[in-house]
């Protein structure tokens, strides 16, 4: 590893207000693997090493290179270690659709529980995906999916909380309602007009996780799909969710069509 990424990582990291501590370490990595520091390829330390240079725990580090490896900026091979990815994800379903509908089966009710709402410091990853600096304010929705009274999903969605523009206006702070049932998608195309996009869907398997597997009565363990979907708005990155699906949900359909 480059001494430059050395002396960066080796930095002690601190949580934000109202932010894990694990999110604290995701940003350090990202921000090295964002700025060059640590190249495509190259392997990144180990969780032992990550955690005394850090001055955190091996399982703050182990949560924080799972959400790095969903968010697809690092790649892990069985018995040799983690390296960076190859290619950095793109920032961006040809047919957008908010989550609450693309689970929902016919017959069934699915029930949108929130479970938080708050303004926060986009993340690394959370930044590009909505248009913004890392740093910037913005809106973080998160939601436990319930259908037929079993959890299948936890869905975490971004929108920027800077002014936006809309049409010919002047731009303006979103001014969201939050009613509770719906999702962040959903409620936006209700209050502002269906998003035209386009978008982007990512599917990549990982582990809940210690935190959400409270959320949705699993295994820490537990394999869950995630799907990491963008939308852009006014030709801009615009929103960001990713949202992990238990096992329990059963079947995705996958939506095609002929291109003329």
Known sequence: MHQDAARFLSQPVAAQPGAPLRVAVYSRIAEAIRNGLLTPSSMIPTETELGMDMKVSRTVVREALMLLEEDGLIR???????????TLPRIGIERIRPFEEVLAGPGQTLEVKRTQV???AASEFVAPGIGVEPGTDCWLWESVLIRDGEAIAHLQENV??????FGKG???????????GATL??????????LAGPGECQISFSQV????A???????SDPVLVLTQYVRHANR??????CLISARAGHLSVMQQFQS
Not at 185 to 194: E, M, V
Not at 214 to 220: A, I
């Open 76 to 86: 892990a091979r069985r018995g040799v270690g983690r390296f960076v990815s190859d």
């Open 118 to 120: 708050v303004c926060q």
């Open 160 to 165: 920027t909380a800077q002014p936006v523009r």
């Open 170 to 180: 002047a731009a303006a702070p979103l001014e969201i309602q939050d009613d509770g």
């Open 185 to 194: 998608l959903a409620t936006l195309n209700n209050q502002l007009g269906r």
């Open 209 to 212: 996780g210690s935190s959400r």
């Open 214 to 220: 409270k959320l949705l009565d699993l295994r820490p």
């Open 237 to 242: 990155p615009f929103y960001l969710a990713k």
